[in-house]
């Protein structure tokens, strides 16, 4: 998808996604605090100091508000291809984030500049012969030892290929498997890439959702993470 194509969803991406996704139970702030969630356990994990943050393809700005609650005191900047996205994230969430927009194929950031760096199912927009090349933008972008978590959609669990098939703004999307996405990882320069899969249970089964960390090494949860590490 090009930015045009995200300036044009932008507007109406909220209330698409919260149709979308009806089916779970849940609301796209679901979605967006179980993510920021789980790459605060990991960064608490490795360093419990505040971090320089960076949401890369943050739209508009679903994740912002988790950010600030599970990771407190961290520095966050939001990059997206997307002028109008940042726009309204601005909007809705006021001076809570530095705003950068993404253009020719680069991140308009210093090298290192980053300590931790986070993806929220863009990957799948991105097309696929690209994904090595923003990898090691990310890469350049991220300290030495700086991690980097990326979720996305996960093509062996039907009802994700379901809701992302009758998605408007995932029409020219492409999934890619934890596997294929490792395999980039390492080929980019990241150190040690591990796949963990998430949300194994709809809202109705909710009080089974204690167990998926013990299910997180079985490929079939709605979505999955990669974690890895830059060198050095």
């Known amino acids: 998808m090009k930015p045009a194509e995200f300036d044009q969803f932008a507007d109406e991406y909220y209330e698409q996604h919260r149709t979308n996704i009806a089916i779970t ?4 702030e679901f979605f967006a605090e179980y993510k920021v969630k789980i790459l605060s356990q990991l960064a608490a994990a490795r360093s419990p100091e505040p971090n ?8 508009i700005g679903n994740s912002i508000a988790y950010f600030h609650q599970h990771m407190p005191g961290s520095q966050l900047s939001c990059a997206d291809v997307s ?3 940042l726009e309204l994230a601005q909007q809705r969430f006021p001076d809570l984030a530095h705003q950068i927009v993404i253009g020719d194929r680069r991140i308009p950031a210093d090298d290192g500049t980053f300590d931790i760096l986070f993806s929220a199912c ?5 097309p696929h012969d690209e994904h090595i090349d923003w990898l090691r933008e990310l890469l350049r972008v991220a300290r030495p030892g700086a991690l980097l978590v990326v979720f996305e959609h996960n093509p062996l669990n039907p009802l ?10 995932d029409e020219n999307a492409r999934l890619l498997s934890a ?4 395999a980039r990882y390492r080929r980019a320069g990241w150190h040690q890439p591990r796949a963990r899969y ?4 709809p809202h109705a089964l909710a009080a089974l959702r204690p167990l998926e960390t013990y299910l997180s090494r079985i490929p079939f ?4 993470s990669v974690a890895a590490t830059k060198p050095g």
């Not at 320089?52 to 739209?59: A, M, Q, V």
């Not at 863009?122 to 991105?126: E, G, K, Q, S």
């Not at 596997?179 to 490792?182: E, V």
């Open 25 to 28: 139970g849940e609301s796209p």
């Open 52 to 59: 320089r943050i960076l949401d890369f393809g943050s739209g």
């Open 83 to 85: 002028r109008r996205s």
């Open 122 to 126: 863009v990957f799948h927009h991105i």
């Open 160 to 169: 994700t290929v379901r809701a992302v098939n009758t998605c408007a703004f």
């Open 179 to 182: 596997r294929s996405l490792k």
């Open 198 to 201: 998430h949300l194994f249970f």
């Open 221 to 224: 949860g709605a979505q999955y």
